[in-house]
């Protein structure tokens, strides 16, 4: 019998289950048997399986999450006890011991990187693109956005009457450390004046000047979604020395050094608590934040992203079905396009400054703090 294996890997999105259902049904039918690797790569390195037929691929198209689980754990990083292992050897005796024609690994940025080196090990593999971030090359749009921004906009409705009543500014941290797709899309949607983007360093004396603008035209409170990157001048340059000394560092143990450096920058937290005292000291305006956090990464997939997956889902099937491999299936418009994983891999999809949405947004006289 015909066996591929698949596996959902990184930050879990609305959408999973969708796209896992779409190819486990079309490929049955074709009498393949599709084996579901549990926890991302750490299931296919550790074999820790789950058959994906008919019966189990029922059900589960409302259902958020994903019934394979998942964890962001690298196939050259896992860890074994109290030591990080590259299982990358692991994984390629258990592919051929399960006789797979291919792998189908679904998740986002770090997952492509990780699809593309076990392609380098002589898997045949085929990718999905899911990220609530929406930050993947190659693709319109990734399974689980459509879902993140929905949550996101709800939020920021909900807070303009709180905001109206206490005529206070609200600053709303959303989802997003180096791509801005959310804060934007859910800002331009919940009818933010002031958007802060990761793209964008944000001089926080502006944005203060564009509140305190509002107040003066009678505008008593204002909605900010601040994305989770978005970052001060003087934080981007901080930001931006470190980078410069990774690039120019002489050899592996000083890059790593750094490396470490730049992941305490991002584990920094309470970016926005600091930018709402900042606010209310240099306005007089009450400031109050809301992390959206998690939430804008559960419930059930949107119509959008229940279609994304599906149409993604039997692409994938029918490639499957074709020993077509190395690829990512990409949503095109209304077509789906094969992109060589290679193209993809590493390479991050930020906002454009012309992007249409940017463009809106500040013919509407949006401001992003520049
Ligand atoms: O998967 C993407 C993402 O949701 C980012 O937007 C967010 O910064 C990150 O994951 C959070 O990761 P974790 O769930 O591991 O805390």
Redesign the pocket.
Known sequence: MNCVGILTA??D?PGLNAALRAIGKTVARAGYRLIGFRDGFEGIAFDRTMVLDDLTCSGILTVGGTILHTS?HKPNRMPVGNSMVDMTEAIVANYRRHQLECLVCIG?GGTHKSALALQKAGLNIITLPK???NDLAGTDNTIGFDSALSVATRALDSLHSTASSHKRIMLVEI???KAGWLALGSGLAGGADVILLPEIPYRVEQVAEELLRRSREGKLFSIVPVA?GALSVTDAARLEELSARKEAASGKEEREAVKREIDQFWAETGRTFALARKLEELTALETRVTILG?L??GGSPSCADRLLATRLGSAAARAILAHQYGIMIAADGEHTRQVPIEEVAGVRKVVPLDHPWMRAARNLGVSFGE
């Open positions: 990184g930050g999105s962001r986002g990220t609530i971030d989802m997003g450390h989770e998690h804008q990464r």
